[in-house]
């Protein structure tokens, strides 16, 4: 068996980190890709709303292929090696063998998702094919959804667990797709339409709504924690820098679903391009801040034996900001694929 | 400073919730200092106000 150990933090940690990370992705982008075509089918013909949601709706498929292979190779390894996972600092220690026999019983599950990839990965010409209904509901998403939030929530083996501590692990798996995953989908749309304020125009106000999803979601991760509050409360760096993070998160959050989505919606309206290029660049650190707060608390999380003081985590956190804000910038200028779209409209 | 905080603020759900996160900020320092969890628990209480208000929202 290999592995290795840095700073407290074990190799089928780092594996079960990425396995919720590929599953909490795929899971969010089925879930919006769904929402997006449902809406798009029941736009009018003559409504431009509904090519640009289908657009974007189809453009997802990409994030939950290579979210579902992301957690596919994890979980390959996993079952040779081995994970664990919690959130807010507040933690219940899974051991080995009870991981080790839930991603075992799970193995015809992911069998079933890396077929779905495939098929999905096969189809990439005529994509339409994932789509294909009468009703706008996509069997495609929805088959590749109800997958992964079943691997997300079932990473523990729960039998003869109490029922606060089965409910905790459920909600804690699960919420990721609606916070972790949801972020990531958010600053993907943002990516993919920062050059197309026309398809921003048409996007943008669905962000509010979205960002409900994400509070739920957080919900969903606070009840679990209350569920085991205060006997897993462990006062570490850890902890601290989790909570910091949740502080900043909150903060962050309502300011980028409040108003800074509002500004750049009304100077798009108004066509004020420059102050919307103003805005959106305070919504680019915004975006970079979200999320590298929701990655790194799940990170810290799957790592309960984390040695590294807060200094340090804290110097990695605003370091990892800084390379997502440069990186946005460089995307922003090589993807040219929204402005295409614009001109063949 | 209303007029200020009414400017960034546009729903009471916002407000809300920012006093939630300052709570949270709260309670790192407390829980540290004190090691009593009694700011944690109020910023508890905002975040589960402020998502009801979230969710009626339109």
């Known amino acids: 068996m290999i592995g290795f150990e840095i700073f407290g933090m074990e190799s089928y940690q780092l594996l079960s980190f990425g396995r919720q990370l590929g599953l909490s992705v795929m899971g969010a982008a089925s879930l919006w890709a769904m929402v997006f075509l449902y809406l798009a089918h029941n736009k009018k013909v003559e409504d431009s709303a509904g090519i640009f949601l289908t657009w974007i709706g189809l453009r997802m498929r990409w994030l939950v292929i290579s979210g579902g292979f992301l957690a596919f190779v994890m979980w390959s390894v996993l079952t040779m090696i081995l994970p664990v996972a919690a959130h807010e600092g507040v933690t219940l220690v899974t051991s080995k063998e009870s991981i080790l026999s839930a991603m075992n019983f799970m193995t015809p599950l992911y069998i079933l998702i890396v077929g779905f990839l495939l098929f999905g990965l096969a189809k990439y010409k005529n994509p339409y094919v994932l789509i294909n209904s009468k009703k706008g509901i996509s069997w495609f998403y929805i088959s590749t959804f109800i997958l992964s939030s079943i691997a997300i929530s079932y990473y523990t083996d729960l039998h003869g667990l109490p029922t606060n501590e089965s409910f905790f692990h459920v909600f804690h798996g699960f919420h990721s797709i609606f916070t972790l995953g949801t972020v990531l989908c958010l600053d993907f749309m943002f990516l993919s339409t920062q050059n197309a304020p026309f398809v921003q125009k048409h996007l943008f106000p669905l962000f509010p709504q979205i960002s409900k999803v994400i509070w739920i979601g957080l919900s969903l991760d606070l009840l679990s924690t209350l569920l085991i509050f205060p006997e897993a409360a462990l006062l570490t760096p850890r902890f601290y820098f989790a909570q910091i993070v949740v502080g900043v998160l909150i903060i962050n959050g309502i300011l980028l679903s409040g108003i800074i989505t509002r500004r750049i919606l009304k100077n798009i309206k108004e066509g004020h391009i420059e102050r919307s290029i103003r805005w959106e660049r305070f919504a680019t650190v915004a975006g970079a801040i979200s999320i590298t707060s929701w990655m790194s608390i799940t990170f810290v999380d799957h790592f309960h034996d984390l040695n590294i003081s807060l200094v340090l985590l804290f110097g990695l956190y605003v370091l990892v900001i800084a390379v997502i804000i440069i990186g946005h910038e460089i995307w922003n200028k090589l993807d040219t694929r929204a402005e295409r779209l614009h001109v063949n409209m | ?58």
Request: a positive charge; charged letters at 15%; hydrophobic letters at 65%.
């Open chain 2, 1 to 58: 400073m209303h007029t200020i905080a009414q400017k960034i603020f546009q729903r009471k759900s916002e407000l809300i919730m920012f006093l939630a996160g300052v709570f949270i900020l709260l309670s790192v320092i407390t829980v540290a200092i004190t090691g009593d969890f009694v700011f944690w628990k109020i910023a508890k209480f905002f975040y589960v106000i402020g998502v009801v208000f979230i969710i009626f929202d339109k």
